[in-house]
């Protein structure tokens, strides 16, 4: 098994459409930095898609994936789930059935209120905070996390490895912190460098070291990462500055491959 990183770029992705700062610079000269918005899948026996961000096609397309039998969602913005609509046409298309998905109900009636009921392509299981959910090879859980209502990170665990992924989230809540202690992969919302314009909801790249370290997670990897806001910064600059830890501390990639089982 393992866990492919589809995109692991915030809000806006990098480059920018509408900029051209070092960032956007490096990332429009050298394809290893651009960054598309936030999704990973969890390919083993089947394949589990967590989140549906607008690239959702061009990134399916890119790591020759061809088949979804799962999808989770962490919570209803617009970087996660724009992408739904080009899942909706394989559902009916090509599936010619329901796609089993999983969030929270607030995910779910926020999504209802924006795209209508989905129940025609979508077959929807509430799923609640630290429930964990057995599937084949390895159980997933919902964690609380900061963020809008109902949003979660999830936790996947079997007897060999314990990995979280939580794009998106602020200072994490005591429940989940203690979920998450020791654990092998932690990957981790760090949206903001320096001055973090919205803390209750996200962290800056120190604040997501800070946790990785207090928390005493065996590998951390930041990810949706913007680059962007007060200060720009490079991903060449941010590898010189994590390179102190000594590989406890990793940037996240697009098309990143970690190996899951017996890590
Ligand atoms: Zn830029
Ligand atoms: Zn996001």
Request: aromatic share 8%.
């Amino acid at each position: 098994m393992e866990l492919l990183f589809l995109g692991t770029g915030a809000g806006n992705g990098v480059p920018v459409f509408y900029c051209d700062c070092p960032v956007c610079v490096e990332a429009h000269a050298s394809a290893q930095f651009r960054r598309t918005r936030c999704s990973v899948l969890i390919a083993g026996a089947n394949n589990y898609l967590i989140d549906a961000p607008p690239e959702i096609s061009s990134q399916l397309l890119r790591e020759k994936i061809k088949r979804i039998d799962g999808l989770f969602l962490t919570h209803s913005h617009h970087d996660h789930v724009s992408g739904l609509g080009d899942l909706e046409i394989y559902a009916k298309f090509h599936l010619k059935g329901r796609i089993p998905a999983f969030m929270s109900r607030d995910t779910m009636e926020q999504l209802e209120q924006s795209h209508g009921s989905m129940a025609e392509w979508l077959d929807i299981t509430i799923i609640e905070p630290e429930q964990p959910l057995c599937l084949s090879g390895f159980s997933i859980t919902g964690l609380r996390v900061s963020h809008s209502p109902g949003t979660f990170g999830f936790l996947m665990a079997n007897k060999s490895f314990k990995v979280a992924y939580i794009p998106d989230t602020g200072p994490l809540p005591d429940q989940t912190k203690a979920i998450l202690k020791e654990i092998d992969r932690l990957i981790l919302d760090a949206t903001f460098y320096g001055e973090n314009w919205y803390p209750n909801q996200h962290h800056t790249v120190q604040q997501a070291i800070d946790v990785g370290c207090e928390l005493n997670v065996k590998k951390l990897y930041l990810t949706h990462l913007s680059m962007h806001y007060s200060e720009q910064v490079t991903n060449q600059r941010l590898e010189r500055e994590i390179a102190k830890y000594d590989g406890r501390v990793n940037l996240a990639y697009d098309g990143l491959r970690m190996t899951l089982s017996g890590i």
